[in-house]
């Protein structure tokens, strides 16, 4: 309504204070105390327009007149219409009996009995709008009376009945709503839904914006059938460099539907904190460096995941997983040198306690950059990492680490062969704290110390050739490693054999020896692309590592990887790993694309099957994401995930849209299983939902939701 409601408030406002009018017309008769204007009258003042078939103008009363077949117009964009006007200069008032007005691009229409308009505010009296077309509308809103404030710029509509047809839906005793962007203080429009399991939803949020760097939304909601809470969402702009986002919330369950599904927990709580700023050493402390500095953090705790469940009516729209992680990243950056400093803590969502869950409380690096000498043949770079290890019940530990590789590198036989060799100095120390008790008392563990050299040779080489308007590119890069020595004491001596063992994974005096042995290695690659008009057609890269000791795992695993982009709207992308001691692919993953103007097919299947902590892990995933344009007015969609291993489906959705000019409907099925947290173990809830969608355009629209819980 407000596109409509603006133009006329811009035109009465004009028209108050012109300076100066100017009347033209076919028939044009003038006395000392008025004009009289009639066939083809048009009025300009300022950048204001006005025709009619008659006009008076009042010289004494400064009172202009429009009779018959009045258009008024802002700019090319908006007209009324209307069967008589009058403007009261002197005393600030306009009226229009009746109005007619239209918005030309979202061809939106008006009609009023009366619109009647004085100083800085006007109203609206006995209203008809849609967006449909007006001689048979299929949708319109009627109101009784609507009032306008120019110096607050707020609007209000009372008593606005939606008809579909003739058929009244919908009745809204009153709102309100602003015309400009300023924020401003209030309630929001609500959210309803309706659940099998959960009963009848309301949610009615409340804005509060006292300061434009600032703004604060409470979200109190009630599901009739489960419980009640509230949340809220603060957020801040403190710098023109730095901007944040504090998130709470808290939801209380009824004792029958936490017994029901044997919830780990009657009350849901959590926090989420989000913070950026892009030049907090300027900002904060006034230095300014030549480097950038930033913060950034993502923050987030709950008790578990139903915290996010309940954060909206609509399951479907949360992405949640077992793990969630909280980091806090500061770090300053300049031409040489990087200096981080990282906290990370992790959220095992399947646990009803993660006091034994390691977390990085902090990590600090320090990270010089790449550095030539000898007309850059010679290269090196320094890293160095310091870990703190931390968690309420248990060891922990603070390691440090120190990485050199240097670099001599060069270009042979006109750059047809690049050479490199690169020797690699590595080194760690680790100390511990923290109780042992928790886990074994009888561990000892020993301060650590771990170095490392090693080589790296590397041999490469790429061709180019066209033909036409095709490029071929192929290259070629042979990498040969080579351990030198390796030293070690302390806890990495006391306990190398156990942990680099077979049960190893399964001992806790293990959680902070994660050493890998080196192997002297070649790693094979080959690559391919293939361009046509700067176009890429061909991607294919095939990689194979080769190790020199006696053991079973000789070869790695063979990696081919191959992207195709086919005519007609086709790609094709597929990743394979083949491990040739188990003879069998161990990773596989497929992705196929089809894309033109009506039809949208995008299908993936992922397959894995390896080792992991000595136990075999199957995963076999499949998407599918589906649509088609039947036509201008109907768009049929479905989306499709099902996980092979397990059995389970994890989500599903078919349905359909029907679009017009002026109204849009839609109905979709829906399936989606969320994870919940019972007093067992983690588990999920198989939801099936029916939406249907109403959007009347271009005033906007919902989305009704009837969800049906299936554990």
């Excluded at 003739?166 to 309706?194: E, H, N, Q, W």
């Excluded at 300061?211 to 939304?217: A, K, S, V």
């Excluded at 030198?484 to 293990?510: A, F, I, M, N, T």
Aim: proline share 2%; hydrophobic share 35%; with cysteine.
């Amino acid at each position: 309504m407000y596109k409509i409601i603006l133009p006329i408030m811009l035109i009465f406002t004009s028209a108050v204070y012109a300076s100066n009018i100017e009347i033209y017309a076919t028939t044009l008769e003038s006395n000392e105390t008025s004009v009289s204007a009639k066939d083809d009258v048009v009025i300009l003042y300022n950048k204001q327009y006005l025709s009619a078939n008659e006009a008076i103008y009042n010289r004494k009363k400064k009172e202009l007149e429009l009779f018959g077949n009045i258009m008024a117009m802002q700019g090319s964009e908006y007209f009324a219409l209307g069967e008589y006007a009058k403007i009261d200069v002197g005393k600030k008032e306009r009226l229009f009996a009746p109005l007619y007005m239209i918005d030309k691009k979202s061809q939106v229409w008006m009609s009023t009995a009366q619109a009647e308009a004085k100083d800085r505010s006007f109203s609206l009296n006995e209203g008809m709008l849609s967006g449909c077309n007006p001689t048979e509308p299929l949708w319109k809103i009627y109101f009784s009376s609507s009032n306008y404030d120019a110096k607050t710029k707020w609007m209000n509509v009372y008593n606005a009945r939606l008809h579909i047809y003739d058929i009244p839906v919908f009745y809204f005793p009153y709102f309100g709503y602003s015309l400009d962007t300023k924020r401003r203080s209030g309630f929001l429009t609500p959210a309803f839904g309706l659940s099998g399991d959960e009963g009848f939803y309301y949610e009615q949020a409340y804005y509060v914006s006292v300061d434009d760097q600032w703004d604060l939304e409470f979200r109190p909601q009630i599901r009739t059938q489960r419980g009640q809470g509230i949340y809220a969402d603060l957020r801040f702009v403190d710098s023109s460099v730095a901007k944040g986002e504090l998130n709470l919330g808290y939801f209380k369950e009824k004792s029958e539907y936490a017994n029901k599904y044997d919830l780990a927990h009657e009350d849901h709580n959590g926090v989420a904190f989000k913070y950026q700023n892009s030049a907090f050493l300027w900002d904060w402390f006034g230095l300014n460096f030549d480097g950038q500095s930033g913060i950034y953090s993502d923050i987030m705790w709950m008790n578990d995941v139903d915290f996010l469940n309940l954060s909206n009516n609509d399951e479907t729209r949360n992405s949640t997983s077992n793990q969630v992680d909280s980091k806090v990243n500061i770090f300053y950056n300049e031409e040489k040198n990087y200096i981080g400093t990282y906290f990370k803590y992790f959220l095992d969502l399947s646990k009803q306690s993660n006091d034994d869950t390691i977390q990085q409380l902090p990590v600090v690096q320090y990270h010089h950059y790449l550095d030539t000498v000898l007309q850059d043949h010679l290269l090196y770079k320094l890293d160095m990492t310091f870990n703190n290890f931390q968690r309420p019940r248990g060891k922990t530990a603070l390691e440090s680490n120190i990485e050199i590789p240097i670099t001599l590198q060069g270009s042979f036989f006109n750059d047809y062969l690049d050479l490199s060799y690169q020797a690699n100095l590595y080194g760690r120390y680790i100390t511990f704290g923290g109780d042992s008790t928790f886990y074994n008392p009888k561990i000892k563990y020993d301060n650590g110390i771990f170095g490392r050299y090693y080589h790296l040779l590397k041999a490469s080489t790429s061709l180019t050739r066209g033909f036409n308007n095709i490029a071929h590119t192929i290259a070629f890069e042979l990498a040969y490693a080579k351990s030198e020595s390796d030293y070690k004491s302390g806890y990495y001596d006391d306990y190398e054999s156990l942990c680099s063992g077979d049960l190893g994974w399964s001992s806790d005096v293990c959680d902070f020896y994660n050493l890998s042995d080196l192997k002297d290695a070649t790693q094979i690659k080959f690559s391919q692309y293939l361009f046509e008009d700067g176009k890429q057609l061909l991607y294919h890269k095939l990689a194979q590592r080769v190790t020199y000791d006696s053991t079973a795992d000789r070869f790695g695993e063979l990696e081919n990887e191959l992207e195709l982009d086919l005519a007609f709207g086709f790609s094709y992308y597929n990743d394979t790993f083949y491990n040739h001691d188990l003879h069998k692919i161990t990773k596989l993953l497929n992705s196929v694309r089809y894309n033109d103007e009506s039809i949208s097919i995008d299908v993936n299947h992922f397959y894995e099957d390896i080792i992991k902590s000595h136990d075999e892990v199957k995963n076999s995933y499949f998407t599918a994401d589906a649509s088609y344009q039947y036509s201008a007015r109907y768009r049929y969609f479905g989306k499709y995930a099902y996980d092979f291993e397990n059995a389970v489906k994890k989500s599903m959705e078919v349905g359909f849209l029907y679009s017009k000019r002026c109204w849009d409907f839609g109905l979709r099925y829906v399936e989606n299983n969320r994870p919940i947290l019972t007093n067992d173990e983690a588990s999920s809830v198989h939801d099936k939902y029916i939406y249907f969608t109403v959007a009347l355009k271009p005033m906007g629209g919902s989305e009704i939701k009837y969800k049906m819980s299936n554990n």
